[in-house]
């Protein structure tokens, strides 16, 4: 891989990365570290790749396996998600709330509506990205739907 060609990859899918990272992790420090790993990865990677879908996928995939072990890690440091929430800035109160909600859902339902809502990944596809069957993905969508359907009617009656 040439240094032009890794830099526009990395300029294209650094946000991607970094996003996948912060939804697993919820941290943003840790989300940093990974996505910096990934793209050493990355610029290593001695393999060509097929596609740009199949270098997207290929750092999606490693994302997640880092993301898995900074979790197993003696090492990993908590950090509160709301300091870093605190400092992004949404167009409308209604994106707060929905960013709020879906960093309170639990891991397993959060990285599935990320992978579909925000990188349009079928459910399929995220089957493969997360090592999960097919149904699983669907019923963990259809979960996450519900739990986030509460949250923000909550959100709104408060209001």
């Known amino acids: 891989m040439t240094d032009t060609q890794f830099t526009y990859l990395a300029t ?28 050493l990865k990355l610029y290593r990677e001695p393999k060509p790749f097929d596609s740009e879908a199949h270098i997207k996928h290929w750092l999606i995939r490693v994302t997640l396996n880092e993301c898995k072990k900074t ?21 409308t109160p209604e994106h707060s709330d929905l960013f709020d909600a879906v960093m309170d859902l639990p891991q397993k339902y959060r990285v599935p509506i990320f992978l579909y809502y925000y ?7 995220i089957s493969k990205l997360l090592s999960i069957p097919t149904p699983t993905v669907a019923t963990r969508l259809h979960r996450a739907r519900a739990l986030l359907k509460t949250k923000l009617q909550e959100v709104n009656d408060h209001v």
Do not use: G, H, M
């Open 71 to 91: 979790v197993c890690s003696p090492f990993r440091s908590a950090e509160n998600i709301d300091d870093y929430a605190n400092s992004l800035r949404f167009d």
């Open 12 to 39: 294209k899918y650094i946000d991607t990365v970094f996003r996948v990272a912060l939804n697993f992790l919820k941290n943003k420090a840790d989300a940093e570290d990974i996505t910096q790993t990934v793209f």
């Open 119 to 125: 990188e349009n990944y079928s459910t399929a596809e």
